[in-house]
Nanobody, 129 residues
Framework: QVQLVESGGGLVQAGGSLRLSCAASGRTFSLYAMGWFRQALGKGREFVAAISANGKRTYYADSVKGRFTISRDNAKNTVYLQMNSLKPEDTAVYYC??????????????????????WGQGTQVTVSS
């Protein structure tokens, strides 16, 4: 079991930056692949970025590629989402998610919402035009 707590959301003007953090507690953080998802008002939850348990592989949705960066610090049990050049369409509640890996899965990442059993409570990001 792992508990996830997001922070760092807020209100920012278009073109600005924010860094989201997701602090994990519980079992060994380095054995979890992590992902960020978001849900805009009235829409379904969508994939944003993912990182493997060992941090060596990352993957991004096309809508954020080149603007967002996912990273992790396993010593601090934290995953980050650096968001630059923010746009109004990035406005959403952002969630981090965790998936326990087994065997040799340290270099894998997952992009499907249903592939992550553990979720944080979310943090609101609002980008004004």
């Amino acid at each position: 079991q792992v508990q996830l707590v997001e922070s760092g959301g807020g209100l920012v003007q278009a073109g600005g930056s924010l860094r989201l953090s997701c602090a994990a507690s519980g079992r060994t953080f380095s054995l979890y692949a992590m992902g960020w998802f978001r849900q805009a008002l009235g829409k379904g939850r969508e994939f944003v970025a993912a990182i493997s348990a060992n941090g060596k592989r990352t993957y991004y949705a096309d809508s954020v590629k080149g603007r967002f960066t996912i990273s992790r610090d396993n010593a601090k049990n934290t995953v980050y989402l650096q968001m630059n050049s923010l746009k109004p369409e990035d406005t959403a509640v952002y969630y981090c998610a965790a998936r326990w890996i087994t065997g040799s899965g340290g270099s894998y990442y997952w992009t499907g919402e249903n592939e992550y059993p553990y979720w944080g409570q979310g943090t609101q990001v609002t980008v004004s035009s």
